[in-house]
């Protein structure tokens, strides 16, 4: 990537310090909501209705986390300004993360599989199939959601992680045109080398090819990941059991069954805080990796 | 072309796109012909489609609260994607010529990083007509707080700004990435000729920036089209239908009511808009290359 920074020192400009006030004004109203989650999150439900306004939190509990993760009792629940309900978070956890990770994975392997093909293989019909699979890159998601249900409970597999996954498993335009794009540039010395040592295809593939596109797989896999773990519109059509649902619904119908009247804003925050974490957590691992990484795909 | 390394490619090649194929065929290119057909059909999903020839389409036309929504739908797009790209632009410029760190850059994709469900929760509870911190502020200054989400006029707009804190920061950096692409040559150019930031901005970055704006703009026009979990977790399309969005009302038709074909046809309507839509990014991508090469 060219870099083209305009980097000039220059002394205090009026439009330099109306800039930073700008960024910083950006980034106050980006950071601010999770804040106030966290702030809400720590606060005693009954009590935040008495001082909304503080900024800190109202007569400090970890009650809220309690109540969603299922380890607060009824009457607690409600000494707190819950709805006696609780939400066993774990479980759905435990579900995107199965759902998450397999989604992820698996187009990640089949799309570099593919991307192999079209890029380190020469074979009649390769530019044909590619342009056929390009197209889809123009087709938007809608038309196909509804027959894609159908289909999915037609195979019998509605509240299943099959049903959530296999849709989405298989195939994308996009990663298969990303791959290939860092695959058509790998010099073939390597790979005619491993040829004359006795290395056969797959062998190359796995050996030489995989680890060398190592960078790209690891950017597809994280944006992979961003998008399955916060995915609910197609787990919503597909599951109706609370045993596959993923975290992204548990938190919406959490939401439904709060009270009107009196909602119980501390659980909601402790449970959006809790789906929210592991994004947080890999923006704190990656989040280098992650900004280079929405750049680059933007740019194709 | 085949050297004798690549003699045995073409078996080898089509076992390795097999998979993709098959998700290729069973889930993209069989269901869209499919849901071509159904849009023709009645189809209540317990019994078979039986064919209906035009009259799901003819329904659609006198269909008031399909047009609501479209209206509705519309409304949305205008505003978030206006407001949306305006602030990417000028963040990922302004970034850009600060000079921003990478954690300047990566706060502000923190937003995109968490699921609607979980931006439109914690903006509902900000926006909470009694308890919200936003409207303790409002109440203060205007003395009477906004009925952010269950107001007829406010229910878009609040939905629009929610999904614009969202998607801001993603788009930023789309943006910034593009603005790196362009050589500095071009500046120290631009101002040799004595042009002022404006101009420089006016003439230099906004065309050399189209391909990259032309995209950014259309993928977000196609995605808010089909803006879902924000208002399904907000305010389910209410009030009265004030922010009942086209794929809202494709739900509830086809799980609400089990009216596939009739959802199928709506489906099948919103898709041909953003084909054209599609369409016309291509020409105007393209377009702008011609321009600036």
Known sequence: ?300 | MHSPAHRNDGRLAWILIAPALVGFIVFAVYPTLRGIYLSFTNFRVLSPPSWTGLDNFVRLIHDDVFWGALGVTVYFVVLSVVIGMTFSLVTAVILHRLNASTLVRGMVILPFLISGVVAATTWSWMLDSQLGIINMLIEKLTGSPILFLGSRSWAIPSIALISVWKSMGYNAIIIFAGLQTIPSTVYEAGRIDGASEVKMFRYLTLPLLRPILAMVLILNVIGSFQVFDIVAVTTKGGPANASNVLQMYIYQKAFGQFDFGYASTMSLALFAMLIVITFLQMRLTRASQTDTN
């Not at chain 1, 990537?1 to 009026?14: C, D, L, N, Q, W």
């Not at chain 1, 919503?236 to 975290?247: A, G, K, Q």
């Not at chain 1, 994004?279 to 280098?288: H, N, P, R, S």
């Open chain 1, 1 to 300: 990537m060219i870099t083209s920074t305009i980097r000039r020192r220059r002394p205090f400009s009026a439009g330099r310090f109306t800039s930073w006030v700008y960024v910083a004004l950006i980034l106050l109203i980006t950071v601010f909501p999770f804040y106030w989650m966290l702030r809400t999150a720590f606060s005693n439900n009954r009590a935040l209705a008495t001082n909304p306004g503080s900024f800190l939190p109202v007569d400090f509990t970890l009650g809220a986390f309690r109540r969603v993760i299922g380890l607060a009792t009824a009457s607690e629940s409600l000494a707190e300004g819950g709805s006696g309900a609780s939400l066993q978070l774990g479980p759905y956890i435990l579900n995107s993360v199965i759902y998450a990770t397999v989604s992820t994975v698996s187009i990640v392997f089949f799309s570099a599989l593919a991307a192999y093909a079209f890029s380190r293989l020469q074979w009649r019909g390769r530019e044909l199939m590619f342009g056929l699979f390009l197209t889809a890159l123009m087709v938007p998601g809608i038309l196909t959601l509804l027959p894609n249900f159908v289909l999915i409970k037609d195979l019998g597999l509605l509240n299943t992680f099959a049903g959530m996954i296999l849709p989405g498993a298989l195939f994308s335009a996009f990663n298969i045109f990303f791959l290939r794009q860092f695959m058509l540039g790998m010099s073939n010395e390597i790979e005619e080398a491993a040829i004359i040592d006795g290395a056969g295809r797959l062998r190359i593939f796995f050996g030489i090819t995989l680890p060398m596109t190592s960078g790209p797989i690891i950017t597809l896999s994280i944006l992979g990941f961003i998008t399955a773990w916060n995915d609910y519109f197609w787990p919503l059509l597909v599951t109706n059991d609370e045993s596959v649902r993923p975290l992204t619904l548990a938190l919406a119908v959490f939401k439904q069954s709060s009270p009107q009247a009196a909602p119980d804003w501390s659980g909601l925050m402790a449970a959006t805080l809790v789906a929210a974490l592991p994004m947080l957590v890999l923006f704190l691992a990656f989040g280098k990796r992650i900004v280079n990484s929405i750049g680059f795909t933007g740019l194709k």
